[in-house]
């Protein structure tokens, strides 16, 4: 009976086991202040690309993965904490940031841009000295501007600093290509009265990031992508989004 028991112990262990694997869900953190990226939409609901591409590498690769909305102040804090696995929030490729996580191949190109009232004379990133400039904090907008001679003023959400613009108490906002485009050109909220000053002053890769060393997921993240784009479904999502 003893031997039964132990035998049996055993099997269920193994079980719950192989259950928990079956189970696992890979969570990534995205900031849904960035549309197309991610935002809530009207319904309150969590979309936008990266959202959706996400579930679609899991799938390829037979594994569940999510996004949860997180706060991009504490986004890579919670990273290195373990709280969740990946980022997939627009995350531009840095120097500095491959110190403290990995990045998967590239899902986007991007760069920096400057979004200005459709009345205003910048018309680039040379005519930006001692102006009022916002950025969302902590983003590559926030720390290109380092380099610049402006007067800084910071936001938890880009939408903010827009927002600001709009009544006068900014001159400009710096914020990545992809994010003007839909404030620009998708927003009717914006599109009759913003405008991008020139062209992209910066060029830089968005990947998927995980903590630094997790070389499993990563494997899985490439795998994952390199089949939606081999059958066109990466393309089409990209579509989907006005990101071609």
Same mark, same amino acid.
């Given at each position: 009976?003893?031997?039964?028991?132990?035998?049996?112990?055993?099997?269920?262990?193994?079980?719950?086991?192989?259950?928990? /694997? /079956? &189970?696992?869900?890979? %969570?990534?953190?995205?900031?849904?202040?960035?549309?197309?990226?991610?935002?809530?939409?009207?319904?309150?609901?969590?979309?936008?690309?990266? %959202?959706?591409?996400?579930?679609?590498?899991?799938?390829?690769?037979?594994?569940?993965?999510?996004?949860?909305? #997180?706060?991009?102040?504490?986004?890579?804090?919670?990273?290195?904490?373990?709280?969740?696995?990946?980022?997939?929030?627009? %995350?531009?490729?840095?120097?500095?940031?491959?110190?403290?996580?990995?990045?998967?191949?590239?899902?986007?190109?991007?760069?920096?841009?400057?979004?200005?009232?459709?009345?205003?004379? %910048?018309?680039?990133?040379?005519? #930006?000295?001692?102006?009022?400039?916002?950025?969302?904090?902590?983003?590559?907008?926030?720390?290109?501007?380092?380099?610049?001679?402006?007067?800084?003023?910071?936001?938890?959400?880009?939408?903010? /600093?827009?927002?600001?613009?709009?009544?006068?108490?900014?001159?400009?906002?710096?914020?990545?290509?992809?994010?003007?485009?839909?404030?620009?050109?998708?927003?009717?909220?914006?599109?009759?009265?913003?405008?991008?000053?020139?062209?992209?002053?910066?060029? &830089?890769?968005?990947?998927?990031?995980?903590?630094?060393?997790?070389? &499993?997921?990563?494997?899985?993240?490439?795998?994952?992508?390199?089949?939606?784009?081999?059958?066109?479904?990466?393309?089409?999502?990209?579509?989907?989004?006005?990101?071609?």
């Amino acid at each position: 009976l003893t031997v039964l028991i132990i035998v049996l112990s055993i099997f269920m262990l193994f079980s719950c086991s192989k259950k928990e /694997a /079956a &189970e696992k869900v890979y %969570v990534f953190a995205t900031d849904a202040t960035w549309p197309p990226l991610e935002y809530i939409d009207e319904s309150g609901n969590l979309t936008g690309f990266e %959202v959706e591409l996400v579930p679609m590498i899991g799938e390829k690769v037979g594994v569940k993965m999510v996004a949860k909305n #997180i706060p991009w102040d504490t986004i890579f804090a919670g990273l290195a904490n373990g709280q969740y696995d990946g980022v997939a929030s627009g %995350v531009s490729v840095t120097e500095d940031r491959k110190k403290t996580m990995d990045f998967s191949t590239p899902i986007l190109e991007a760069g920096q841009v400057i979004i200005v009232k459709k009345d205003s004379t %910048v018309k680039g990133i040379d005519d #930006i000295k001692g102006l009022k400039v916002g950025v969302q904090i902590g983003t590559t907008g926030d720390l290109v501007l380092d380099n610049y001679d402006v007067v800084r003023k910071q936001y938890d959400d880009i939408g903010l /600093a827009l927002q600001d613009m709009l009544n006068n108490n900014l001159d400009a906002c710096v914020c990545d290509s992809l994010i003007a485009s839909d404030f620009v050109l998708a927003n009717p909220n914006y599109s009759d009265k913003l405008k991008v000053a020139g062209s992209s002053f910066t060029q &830089e890769d968005i990947a998927i990031a995980v903590k630094k060393g997790n070389k &499993e997921l990563l494997d899985l993240i490439n795998k994952g992508l390199s089949e939606l784009k081999a059958d066109g479904s990466y393309d089409k999502l990209k579509a989907k989004w006005n990101l071609l």
